[in-house]
């Protein structure tokens, strides 16, 4: 069984930016997807973003697009989200989590969880 464990989440100002970084337990063997979501008290988790197995498709929520990037670093079993231009909207705790099914914006197709990073953007 994978254990995530996310951290880089803390208090910016809108404008600001932030880093986070999904480490994985071991290496997982086989074609999987890397995902981040977020959620806010009383809503539904939200999908953030995605990336491949391979590292070479990636997926962003509209919400997100030109401002966050996801990437892999598969030697470390290390996902990042460097968010730019961070909004008061994009505050949230952050999660990333891992699935081996084709639905990489669907949380209930993703298998393993980290515990959440909280990030919060000040106006």
């Known amino acids: 069984q994978v254990q995530l464990v996310e951290s880089g989440g803390g208090l910016v100002q809108a404008g600001g930016s932030l880093r986070l970084s999904c480490a994985a337990s071991a290496r997982t063997i086989g074609r999987y997807t890397m995902g981040w979501f977020r959620q806010t008290p009383g809503k539904e988790r939200e999908f953030v973003a995605a990336?491949?197995?391979?590292?070479?498709?990636?997926y962003y929520a509209d919400s997100v697009k030109g401002r966050f990037t996801i990437s892999g670093d598969n030697a470390k079993n290390t996902v990042h989200l460097q968010m730019n231009n961070l909004k008061p909207e994009d505050t949230a705790a952050y999660y990333c989590?891992?699935?081996?099914?084709?639905?990489?914006?669907?949380?209930?197709?993703?298998?393993?969880w980290g515990q959440g990073t909280q990030v919060t953007v000040s106006s």
């Open positions: 990336i491949s197995w391979s590292g070479g498709s990636t």
């Open positions: 989590a891992q699935t081996f099914r084709n639905e990489w914006a669907n949380p209930q197709a993703y298998n393993y």
